[in-house]
């Protein structure tokens, strides 16, 4: 990564913003044990962004965050705890933790060289620098409609799933199979026709309203699903 200087920031300031001891800790464990990816930042090393390998080496989350003075801001991650409760989970921990070594790093190796400078090579190096900073600041323009676009995303997909699984009903019925409400469905029809059969009409037609739900259960996931 070849970044402007990283923010620095000590344990304590992670500590804080985990607002529990056990999280930093599971974070740390996981950025230790080598499970941040794909560490990214932008040129004013604002906006971070990661990819965090669960403890068992399966799952795969997104993280991301800015840094502004020293504050942490817009806050992601498509875990499942994030997703529940939007706070500092153990990823963005882990991700706050490689973002510290990273700091820690470029500091250690900066190198200060003295000596004595001709006049019109710091002219001729003032001119290349102003025009190098023209063009960054275009790219900056755009670099941050991205960031702000994948913090957005990320925060859609929260959203999302927690409205697919709020309704404590029809949640994990909409998530369900289609083979199995299939299958349910069908058995209710035919045990409440059974049922009108041998005089159980109470029953019967109970039956018969709920295979007539799982049905439409059955379309709405296959609507879902295409």
């Not at 001709?118 to 755009?142: F, P, Y």
Request: proline share 2%; net charge positive.
């Amino acid at each position: 990564m070849d970044k402007n200087t990283f923010p620095t920031f000590s344990n304590d300031w992670i500590k804080h913003y985990s607002f529990d001891i056990r999280r930093y800790n599971w974070g740390s464990t996981l950025y230790n044990n080598g499970h941040v990816m794909d560490l990214k930042s932008n040129f004013e090393s604002t906006y971070f962004s990661a990819q965090v390998r669960s403890y068992n080496g399966i799952d795969i989350y997104d993280v991301a965050f800015k840094i502004v003075d020293k504050i942490l801001l817009n806050i992601g991650c498509t875990c499942g705890h994030f997703k529940e409760s939007p706070k500092v989970c153990k990823h963005i921990v882990a991700v706050l933790k490689a973002v510290q070594h990273e700091s820690l790093q470029k500091n250690s190796t900066k190198k200060t060289v003295v000596g004595s400078r001709d006049s019109s090579q710091d002219i001729q190096k003032a001119r290349a620098k102003n025009t190098a900073n023209q063009i960054l600041t275009e790219e900056k323009k755009g670099n941050n409609r991205n960031e702000d676009k994948k913090i957005v995303e990320i925060k859609k997909t929260n959203d999302a799933h927690m409205d697919e699984t709020k309704h404590p009903v029809l949640g994990p019925l909409v998530n369900a199979p289609v083979i199995v409400l299939l299958i349910f469905s069908v058995l209710c029809l035919v045990i409440g026709i059974f049922a009108i059969n041998i005089e159980e009409t109470t029953m019967g037609v109970l039956l018969i309203f709920g295979a007539v739900f799982m049905f439409i259960v059955m379309l709405i996931n296959l609507t879902r699903k295409r």
